[in-house]
């Protein structure tokens, strides 16, 4: 059983999200890659520990991280039931829905009510939760009304299963409607997901940036370091234990 560092939270700083009431600590950890089907799960467990051991406390994971769908979902549920339950409301945890999930037309790429409802409640199945703290449509879908978007969003914080929402890879003009939306539904809208990094600056040109200030909604980026290309790792060539090197999607 994992008991957590008592000086967790002597150094970590904490960032209130946008003019909400959340704060979100200023390193939160991802688990687009290394919690999947493909990974160790003693290593799963040393990176969910050391994070949290570090005042780390949001947990952020999506529908269909894996590779195999679900699998990290699955992977962190089973760390989090077996060894971290104790810490449950220390933790904030988000999952996202919108990518491909399962086929057909009801688990493809998408922004229906249908979907998104659907997709939550396998997650909250696969995590063994009741809740999760943020749940956000994953990408923008241009032939789903966004009022039926915006709508399921506001559905699933309404039934309990979440208790704020966001929306990932949006720019800033549907960033706006969006928020008209969900502000009419007295709906919790916090935080947008985009990735953000001097390699990758699109947040900046599409409005992004200045709409999420203006509405003071937060910004959390994902890939801040280009999957590691901002550090030395990749100097000297590709190493036999990088993801670039194990796995061909890369």
């Known amino acids: 059983m994992y008991f957590a560092d008592d000086k967790r939270y002597d150094t970590m700083v904490y960032n209130r999200c946008g003019n909400s009431g959340l704060k979100l600590p200023a390193v939160s950890l991802g688990f687009w890659h290394n919690f999947g089907d493909n990974c160790l799960y003693s290593n799963m467990k040393q990176l969910c520990f050391t994070a949290f051991d570090n005042g780390i406390t949001h947990f952020d994971l999506a529908n269909n991280y894996g590779p195999e769908p679900g699998s990290a979902e699955k992977n962190f549920g089973k760390i989090l039931n077996q060894e971290m339950k104790a810490y449950r409301d220390e933790m904030i945890i988000s999952t996202k829905a919108g990518y491909e999930m399962w086929p057909g037309p009801y688990g493809c790429r998408n922004g229906s009510r249908k979907y998104l409802l659907a997709s939550l409640d396998q997650s909250l199945m696969r995590m063994g939760i009741d809740y999760v703290d943020i749940f956000y449509h994953h990408c923008l879908d241009p032939e789903t009304p966004l009022e039926e978007t915006m709508g399921a969003l506001a559905s699933a914080v309404q039934s309990g299963k979440a208790l704020y929402v966001g929306i990932s890879n949006y720019d800033g003009e549907n960033l706006e ?35 999420a200030a203006k509405l003071n909604k937060g910004i959390i980026a994902f890939s801040p370091l280009a999957q590691g290309l901002l550090t030395n790792r990749y100097l000297n060539g590709i190493p036999s234990d990088s993801r670039v090197a194990r796995d061909n999607r890369y």
């Not at 969900?182 to 997901?193: M, Y």
Request: glycine share 2%; proline share 3%.
């Open 177 to 211: 409607k969006a928020c008209k939306i969900l502000t009419e539904l007295k709906c919790p809208f916090v935080i947008n997901q985009n990735r953000y990094s001097i390699f990758d600056r699109t947040i900046e040109k599409n409005g992004l940036k200045q709409t």
